[in-house]
């Protein structure tokens, strides 16, 4: 059996990987013509009814979407410490979170952090495959792991291919 010190002396002090900010999920034109009938359908709505402020966030909403979808994910740098996490510029530190996860979506690996503050988003972090096992060994001696599954907010997302 490998005790818990012996386990630190085997994994990095820092651990330094990059990733895409998300994942990259392929749509046809059709998905474009769908997302065009939806928004026309919602203004014809808007406009019988009289909505014009639904009119507008409609209109907005469609626009950011599209420029969303278009857009290429960033490429952030990742370091894990012994008292974090830092995602680009941003730390997040152990205190703030109760356990981690792990998920894997079609040969996409990323950790699922939980805050301890309730309202608060998990934070996803993407990371190579090559990793991996030491992430997950580095973010297990500081955190719990729970088993995590994706939310309903998650799966729309999923579903909607945004």
């Known amino acids: 059996m490998v005790s818990k010190t012996s386990m630190q002396r085997q994994i990095p ?16 034109s059709w998905w474009y013509v769908g997302l065009a009938a939806l928004t026309i ?6 406009v019988l009814m009289q909505w014009w402020t639904f009119l507008i966030v409609i209109l907005l909403s469609a626009i950011s979407l599209v420029i969303y979808t278009v857009r290429p994910p960033r490429i952030i740098h990742y370091s894990l ?4 996490l830092t995602e680009g510029n941003i730390f997040r530190s ?5 356990s981690f996860g792990f998920l894997q979506e079609n040969g ?13 988003p998990r934070v ?12 997950i060994d580095a973010l297990g ?3 719990p792991m729970e088993e995590v599954h994706m ?9 909607l291919r945004i």
Do not use: M, N
């Open 94 to 98: 152990f205190d703030d979170f109760k």
């Open 81 to 84: 410490t012994r008292k974090g």
């Open 141 to 143: 001696l500081r955190l």
């Open 124 to 135: 996803t972090v993407y990371f190579p495959q090559s990793q991996g096992e030491v992430i």
């Open 151 to 159: 939310d309903l907010l998650d799966r729309l997302i999923k579903f």
């Open 13 to 28: 002090e820092s651990i330094s990987w990059e990733a895409e900010e998300y994942i990259v999920r392929d749509k046809t």
């Open 41 to 46: 359908v919602l203004c014809g709505i808007a």
């Open 108 to 120: 996409h690996f990323a950790i699922v952090l939980t805050p301890r503050k309730r309202f608060s």
